[in-house]
């Protein structure tokens, strides 16, 4: 009964449209209150001990990082860079879309914010190179997935907190995964524009444009290069890795490419605390939420059910897959994980599955939900950048989808062809 209730609220008043980290903190409180086992006191408690965490800190930081190297002009020069490189290859300015969502995946973390910085940049220039605009638009919101798979990764934050992974092995083990579904995108982008007709840059490349590009580029090029390098020599940890960026990112934006005016700065604290506060509220209503299924013991139940089904662990690892897919499609990836990760962790453990591999499949799996309606992130942010119905986007995102589910398998089966996975040989 008492599962029922905590998931039942919680379904209604996702239903009705309520946010996604009140529901968890409603349902939460209610299921407190019915059952009696904990003071209601347990709530609030949950809400500030899980903030209360120098990991988690890294969370707003990168969102802060985020929006300084979009409006810094740094997703501008990135793009020049990549575009100098494969613009007069068919498809060249589709490629170059998706190599720039990889490099600034890099820096943001964030699917979402991905899309907004580089779908408003570059969305008209392929519409205006014959692109058709649906195309365009799901290939941007496509590509930005890997902003939360690449490090430095939000969700893998969320993860690493909540299974007591270690987050700079989860970073690690992004890489690979991020980097062959970018390229899968590449590949696509090559044919549909092939078969399409769509044609290549007329911009003649020379090495100085190169140079002159790379240049221009230079210092947007070197955060990752800051962010990942400083935390794989041990100069510092990936929550002071995201104060190095905030602060990296403000220099450069302000005093090197001078497109963030002082005036700006404001504007950007605000919007990095409003997305802050937003994601801290459902972390914390999650973990509530969480520790309550926890009591309850329904973790344990999930996990003998499944186990019941099949001892084999492919056949459940395929069952956890098909299920988070289908989380992804409705629940906010950060949500989807504090949530689950106490349910599905302890069955990888059973199974013998590396937490860091776990944490791949979780995050690569969540993240395809971000192109998936009725949610579907990144398809709503990239809706509002060209102002096109959902499900017309949707429609060209279907083959995208198709490809990646695709390269989720050939991860979620194969732990060792991450060879930067720690452990993999």
Known sequence: MTSLILFGTFILLFLIRVPIGISLGIASFVTIIYNGTVSPSY???????????????????????????????????????????????????????????????????????????????????????????????????????????IPPSIPMVIYGVSSSTSIGDLFLAGIIPGIVIGIVLMIYSYFYAKKNNYDQLT?????????????????????????LGGIYGGVFTPTEAAAVAVVYGLFISIFIYKELKPKQVYEVFVNASLTTGVILIITGSANAFGRILTIERIPDQISTLMTSVSDNKIIILL???????????????????????????????????????????????????FITPPLGGNLFVAAGITGMPIWDIAKKVFPMFILMLIVLLLFVFNADINILMPGSN
């Open 203 to 227: 911009e003649k490349f020379t090495w100085y444009k190169l140079f002159n590009t790379f240049l221009n580029a230079f210092w947007a090029l070197l955060i990752p290069v800051l962010i």
């Open 43 to 149: 709530l609030a408690q949950g809400l500030t001990t899980t903030t209360d965490s120098f990991p988690l800190m890294a969370v707003p930081l990168f969102i802060l990082a985020g929006e300084i190297m979009g409006k810094g002009g740094v997703s501008r020069r990135l793009f020049d860079f990549v575009k100098m490189i494969v613009g007069n290859i068919t498809g060249g300015i589709a490629i170059a879309t998706v190599a720039t969502c990889i490099v600034f995946a890099a820096i943001s973390g964030s699917g979402p914010a991905t899309v907004a910085a580089i779908g408003g940049m570059v969305i008209p220039m392929m519409v205006e190179r014959g692109y058709d605009k649906k195309f365009a638009t799901a290939l941007v919101a496509c590509a930005a997935t890997i902003g939360v798979i």
């Open 319 to 369: 069952m956890i897959t098909v299920f988070l897919l289908f989380v992804g499609t409705f629940m906010d990836t950060l949500a989807a994980i504090i949530i689950l990760t106490p349910i599905l962790y302890p069955i990888a453990t059973e199974l013998q599955v590396d937490p860091v591999h776990f944490g791949v499949i979780m995050v690569v799996n969540l993240a395809i939900g």
